[in-house]
DNA sequence: GCCCTAATCCCAC
DNA sequence: GTGGGATTAGGGC
């Protein structure tokens, strides 16, 4: 009887070349799922090496198996996934953290591994982002400074980010003491006043995705453009990218963590691992995902991509990383079969969940925001300008809605972090933008005053 | 030896 | 059957 080639996937404790019976004759219970052992998915190879009784470690062994017969599970032979297929799975973990049984074949397929091993990946990953996940929310929760916007809100209100930042988002404890900031926390954090319900995404129009490229580089949210912009430089270039746009004091460089910028010694590893521990190290993209209810995922009926829960993300992007090949994520099909639902325990900290990203959209939303806000207030209909002196004293909004049309461009800048949480244009949030019109509607005598100080 | 992480074990649903 | 949590262990440095 011919032998099978041996699999290299699989721990051949005993080598010999002797075949075990085969797997289809009758086995002992304390056998169990033996085709796991045999049977590599893969390659369809059955291993005839391979044939050992599985004990679990708290059962006494029988007196009748022999010390040879009775081990641990043996493992496969770890798995050293390539970068490419590291960025293909990063990549359809961006677009969501569950799969589906046709796109795990699919996934698996096309990347030459096992579905156990795409399972497990993902798994694993789920795993780290939710532990860093912890990390970040302990640590945003317990040392972020909010924002102006979210400062002045939570003067009145207990809503917010300090609200939601002390109940938990998981099943799972927090147990890090310490950790980098949340994204969130940091650029997401102006929506505290604005968002009556932090489990819905905040209406408040925000770019995040806008946001966090600009400040932290596009690598940080696309493997791909991590790959093609990095993979081939030097270490050197990728410090000096991360510099670039965190030029200044970093959180997470003050926080004195491991997590930002990434460990010199760890960016100096060859590319596989780099790329494995920058992914380790930059999480961030995925705050607003949970896990779903049980198995509802994939025949869920009323799984609609409409509801505001589901994850959303960035079909556009700033025109500074416009460059970049971000995919538009099939999450965002009704057909996809890795859209996933968003909880409302998802909104850590501060309710900005949605993954809103469509940084267009938002500022158009911003600016619509911002012209009713205005003409309300030049006609009169502002109840809380009642001093007399709104935007647009001179009896009617035009002017200002003029200068918010004319200074489109201005909105960028409300985009940006700024490394001084003091700063009045720390974000740009409708907080941020209600936190500099009621510091001036007192204090401005024309429109002009307000837009200059808003938009220049 | 440390760190990261694939793989395993166990339990809950 | 699949999930998460805990744990083990392979492999690179």
Same mark, same amino acid.
């Given at each position: =009887?011919?032998?099978?080639?041996?699999?290299?996937?699989?721990?051949?404790?005993?080598?010999?070349?002797?075949?075990?019976?085969?797997p289809q004759l009758q086995l002992p219970p304390q056998f169990r799922n033996p085709f796991d052992l045999l049977f590599d998915e893969r390659t369809g190879v059955i291993n005839y090496n391979y044939i050992r009784p599985y004990i679990p470690n708290q059962l006494q062994k029988p007196d009748d198996l022999s010390d040879s017969l009775v081990m641990r599970r043996p493992r496969r032979t770890r798995t050293t996934f390539t970068s490419a297929q590291i960025a293909e799975l990063e990549q359809h973990f961006l677009q969501g953290r569950y799969l589906t049984s046709s796109r795990l074949a699919e996934l698996s397929a096309k990347l030459a591994l096992g579905t156990a091993?795409?399972?497990?990946?993902?798994?694993?990953?789920?795993?780290?982002?939710?532990?860093?996940?912890?990390?970040?929310?302990?640590?945003?929760?317990?040392?972020?400074?909010?924002?102006?916007?979210?400062?002045?809100?939570?003067?009145?209100?207990?809503?917010?980010?300090?609200?939601?930042?002390?109940?938990?988002?998981?099943?799972?404890?927090s147990t890090s003491s310490s950790g980098p900031p949340s994204l969130q926390s940091l650029s997401l954090n102006g929506s505290g006043g604005s968002t009556p319900n932090p489990l819905t995404p905040s209406p408040t129009p925000t770019t995040p995705t806008a946001n966090l490229m600009e400040h932290y580089g596009e690598a940080a949210f696309n493997p791909y453009y991590y790959n093609n912009h990095h993979a081939s430089h030097p270490p050197h270039h990728h410090q000096a990218h991360h510099h670039t746009h965190a030029s200044l004091t970093h959180?997470?460089?003050?926080?004195?963590?491991? &997590?930002?910028?990434?460990?010199?010694?760890? $960016?100096?590893?060859?590319?596989?691992q780099h790329q494995q521990q920058y992914h380790a190290h930059h999480p961030h993209q995925f705050q607003m995902q949970h896990k779903p209810q049980a198995s509802s995922i994939k025949e869920d009926p009323e &799984?609609?991509?409409?509801?505001? &829960?589901?994850?959303?993300?960035?079909?556009? $992007?700033?025109?500074?990383?416009?460059?970049?090949?971000?995919?538009?994520?099939?999450?965002?099909?009704?057909?996809?079969?890795?859209?996933?639902? $968003?909880?409302?325990?998802?909104?850590?900290c501060n309710g900005v969940g949605?993954?809103?990203?469509d940084a267009p959209e938002d500022l158009n939303e911003t600016k619509t925001t911002i012209r009713e806000l205005v003409t309300n207030n030049a006609n009169g209909n502002d109840d809380a300008c009642s001093n007399g002196n709104p935007i647009g004293s001179e009896g009617s909004g035009t002017p200002a809605i003029n200068i918010m049309e004319d200074c489109t461009?201005?909105?960028?800048?409300?985009?940006?972090?700024?490394?001084?949480?003091?700063?009045?244009?720390?974000?740009?949030?409708?907080?941020? $933008? =209600?936190?500099?019109?009621?510091?001036?509607?007192?204090?401005?005598?024309?429109?002009?005053?307000?837009?200059?100080?808003?938009?220049?």
């Open positions: =009887m011919a032998q099978p080639p041996p699999d290299q996937n699989f721990y051949h404790p005993h080598p010999h070349p002797h075949a075990h019976p085969h091993q795409v399972k497990i990946w993902f798994k694993n990953r789920r795993r780290r982002h939710k532990i860093q996940a912890d990390q970040q929310k302990d640590y945003s929760c317990d040392s972020m400074p909010l924002s102006p916007a979210a400062s002045n809100s939570s003067k009145s209100e207990t809503n917010g980010s300090a609200s939601s930042c002390g109940s938990s988002s998981s099943s799972g404890s959180p997470y460089a003050a926080a004195g963590t491991q &997590y930002y910028p990434p460990p010199t010694g760890s $960016l100096q590893h060859h590319q596989h &799984y609609s991509y409409d509801n505001p &829960y589901y994850m959303r993300m960035p079909t556009s $992007l700033p025109e500074t990383t416009a460059t970049t090949t971000v995919q538009p994520s099939t999450a965002m099909s009704p057909n996809s079969d890795v859209y996933e639902p $968003l909880t409302p325990k998802n909104d850590e949605g993954g809103n990203g461009g201005a909105f960028a800048k409300f985009q940006k972090m700024s490394p001084d949480t003091t700063d009045p244009n720390y974000q740009c949030t409708m907080d941020t $933008l =209600m936190h500099a019109y009621n510091n001036h509607r007192n204090t401005s005598a024309n429109t002009q005053q307000f837009a200059t100080y808003c938009f220049n």
